[in-house]
């Protein structure tokens, strides 16, 4: 887990609990103080004080009525002969054909009228004054405490203040999660780049350098002090690559000396030798003695040309099975009394190489060989393909090789055996570099030295 998400879930840890502690309480205070909250009380009291005014009413008509029927009220009359003359609202009665008809009349409805139709077609009106506030006026104070009551309904203001207080700590939660996400990027992305860059220097690529931050902070100073590692890192790596290669020439060139003064000695002294003899069969013999010294140094020279040129690459399919028996059968001669013995695939073992490079790789490999075995020793040869890539193995029944030897087996160097030059090994490697391969040691069956050549798989060609 990353320190930007660590933070973040510590920040959350922290937030979370607490946030829906303080919610919960909010909410219960908030139902708690909402209950007491008259909308209920004044629905309960308009439900009862509408039953109360019908209750009033009815009783009001039962008494207008029976007081008419008893004579206790002097009714009002109007004459069907004054239809014409009669109030609109003595004419709605009439034509709707009711028998009677009661209504209210007054500013507040306090006064209730009894209409009644008499078989004549006259129309007597009683009329009695209400007790109280008026039915008009209960009917008005009853209509707007309905209203009140369906408009807080209608809003509900418990849920609104919840969903509002939940809206509202949502909003500051998110806001402050998203500050948190760019504080703990801008907090971390040091490190990440810092991590990018140890492993680009892990990779070898001393040239990486961060983005110098602004500011004196930890990272700007973390920054500061990873560029300057790196440069003092290139800097020393390239001192050491000179020293080294400063060294190794120097160390070459001890022995490049010490063997040619190895040479020169004998020249010199037979050279000596012959300003005071003048024998014929010795000047035979110094002179063999001095072309082959001469013949020693000319190698020698020829040797650290080769090892110095830069030789051209021309790869192309070849044939290993076809080549390392071409390679055999050409130095064989020189050493009948070593065994050679061939272990070739049995499929096609082509690799993409410049012949003449490998030509040389295998020239040298099978000529150490040769050289190590001795009388009667044996040199194997096989070939093989490793999933992508063909080899060449060559290995001998000699002595092996040292501990000491093993450790620079490739490198340039002088060799003190006859005949040897110190470079075979170091111009087989670089031949086999260059064709895109490379030379392994490895145990053998042998005893011996054993090394192995890979090198690319050819295409497979169609016909």
């Known amino acids: 887990m990353s320190l930007r998400t660590k933070l973040i879930a510590v920040f959350l840890l922290a937030t979370l609990a607490p946030l829906g502690a303080m919610l919960w309480v909010t909410i219960r205070l908030l139902e708690t103080s909402l209950s007491y909250a008259s909308t209920d009380e004044l629905d309960s009291l308009s439900k009862s004080l509408e039953s109360t005014g019908r209750e009033m009413y009815q009783r009001a008509r039962e008494s207008v009525k029976k007081d008419a029927a008893d004579g206790k009220l002097a009714p009002q009359r109007f004459s069907a002969a004054d239809a014409k003359l009669w109030p609109a609202q003595i004419s709605s009665f009439v034509a709707s054909e009711e028998p009677e008809r009661f209504f209210l009349s007054g500013e507040t409805g306090d006064r209730l009228n009894y209409l009644v139709l008499r078989p004549n077609g006259d129309v007597w009106a009683y009329a009695r004054k209400v007790g109280g506030p008026g039915m008009t006026l209960l009917q008005r104070q009853y209509a707007q405490a309905r209203e009140t009551v369906d408009k807080a309904r209608l809003f509900d203001l418990r849920r609104g203040f919840v969903l509002t207080l939940l809206l509202a700590a949502a909003a500051v939660f998110l806001a402050s999660l998203a500050v948190l996400i760019w504080m703990a990027i801008q907090i971390t992305r040091p490190m990440r780049e810092l991590q990018a860059g140890l492993a680009e220097l892990a990779n070898g690529n001393l040239t990486i350098r961060l983005p110098q931050r602004e500011g004196g902070d930890e990272g700007a100073q973390t920054v500061a002090a990873f560029n300057r590692t790196a440069a003092q890192l290139a800097e020393n790596r390239d001192k050491l690559v000179h020293l080294a290669r400063v060294e190794s020439w120097q160390s070459l060139a001890r022995k490049m000396a010490h063997e040619v003064k190895n040479s020169l000695t004998p020249i010199r002294l037979i050279m000596d030798e012959l300003a005071y003899r003048h024998d014929p069969g010795f000047l035979q013999q110094a002179a063999q003695i001095v072309s082959d010294e001469v013949a020693t140094l000319e190698r020698r020279v020829r040797a650290f040309g080769d090892f110095s040129a830069e030789p051209s690459e021309h790869r192309q ?68 393909v490793d999933r992508d890539r063909v080899a060449i193995a060559i290995e001998d029944s000699g002595p092996g090789l040292s501990k000491l030897a093993k450790e620079s087996l490739f490198a340039p160097t002088i060799s003190f055996k006859k005949g040897g030059m110190g470079l075979g090994l170091s111009i087989a490697h670089r031949g086999a570099v260059l064709s895109g391969g490379t030379i392994e040691h490895y145990e053998g069956e042998l005893g011996g030295a054993a090394f192995r050549v890979l090198l690319p798989l050819a295409p497979v060609e169609h016909g």
């Open 317 to 384: 399919p070849l044939d290993l099975n076809t080549l390392l028996e071409e390679r055999v059968a050409f130095l064989q001669p020189g050493h009948p009394e070593t065994t050679y013995d061939l272990a070739l695939s049995a499929g096609p073992v082509r690799a993409n190489a410049d012949p003449d490079l490998l030509k040389g790789v295998l020239t040298n490999l099978l000529e150490n060989a040769a050289q190590a075995a001795g009388r009667g020793g044996v040199v194997r040869g096989r070939t093989y």
